[in-house]
């Protein structure tokens, strides 16, 4: 496999979707796959790091997964907690930088507590910058960034007619990351799932039909090539993008 160095995508985000299917097809229960992801997480990370992608985004918990059984939502906001806790001196060795993007209020006190102090540790390195979606929707992101516009309007802060799609860039969660070039969903599933949904609109997505537990370097290796060798035109036409 020949990849172009100078098409590294910039900003990969991976719906990371199957591990209660990957447990259930050998008789374990749901949460035995959650159990079993980390090394799916780890290849991901080692391969970004490696390629010399700036951004990876994984989608860990929805706001739609609150819904989820009792038990299944408790073991994994405590798989979080240790995760962070093993993995961040690694993490730090490697100079990664660990953002979350999502409501973290609504996380329990141990979980806000634990990705607040890996962001603290991992704040001034300069390597890959891990993104994790929790308690996220693209909905709920958008709900938010209108709360606030729609605050600095009624103090005068803000005229509507000012109100562009910079403007929503910079209320979103993090706007300072720029929108994904990829984005990969495991599983087999063909649907974004409330991922996302503003900075997506012109990513180039990948479908693939692996459980998110049997995910390698390879998967993501063999997806960067197929985006090297898609036609990005963003609205243009080919004869335009193929002008110097």
Partial sequence: MSLTETK?????????DGNGRWAQQDGHERTYGHQHALTAVREAIECAGELGIRYLTLYAFSTENWNRPKE???LLMSLFVQTVHHELEELNQKNVRLLLTGRMEDLPDDCQVAMRHAMEVTAHNTGLTVILALSYSGRAELTDMLRTVARKVAEGKLSPDEISSETIQQHLYLPDVPDPDILIRTGGDVRVSNFLLYEIAYSELFFLP???PDFRKSHLLEVIEKYQNRERRFG???AQISQP
Avoid: D, F, Y
């Fill in 8 to 16: 590294i995508p910039a900003h990969v985000a991976i719906i990371m």
């Fill in 236 to 238: 243009k036409t080919s």
């Fill in 210 to 212: 692996v459980l998110w």
């Fill in 72 to 74: 299944e939502v408790h």
